[in-house]
Nanobody, 121 residues
Framework: QVQLVESGGGLVQAGGSLRLSCAAS????????WAWYRQAPGKKRELVAGVSGRGAQNFADSVKGRFAISRDNAKNTVYLQMNSLKPDDTAVYYC???????????????WGQGTQVTVSS
């Protein structure tokens, strides 16, 4: 089993910044791809940003130029740096990892528990 633990959410004023972290723990695994999603009340969960094992990144149009994603493979951790935050960024943010487990030669999809980000106007 692989566990993802997120941290870094909170309340911030519009224009401010937050940095989310998500660390993976477990045994016999390799993170293939990381992603951050978010879900606002009454809305569907949406992809915010992703980073592949080779470092290729993608972002939702709504966050391009404001958010940055990075990964630390040695720490099995992904970060989401959020700048110039807007009230529309308010949501629960979830990290997601596509994981390869050597014990059964399969890929698995894991989710963090979610962390609340609230941006006040």
């Amino acid at each position: 089993q692989v566990q993802l633990v997120e941290s870094g959410g909170g309340l911030v004023q519009a224009g401010g910044s937050l940095r989310l972290s998500c660390a993976a723990s477990g045994s016999d695994f390799r993170i293939v791809q990381w992603a951050w999603y978010r879900q606002a009340p009454g809305k569907k969960r949406e992809l915010v940003a992703g980073v592949s094992g080779r470092g290729a990144q993608n972002f939702a149009d709504s966050v391009k130029g404001r958010f940055a994603i990075s990964r630390d493979n040695a720490k099995n951790t992904v970060y989401l740096q959020m700048n110039s935050l807007k009230p529309d960024d308010t949501a629960v943010y979830y990290c997601n990892a596509e994981v390869y487990r050597g014990r059964d030669l399969r890929f698995y999809d894991y989710w963090g528990q979610g962390t609340q980000v609230t941006v006040s106007s």
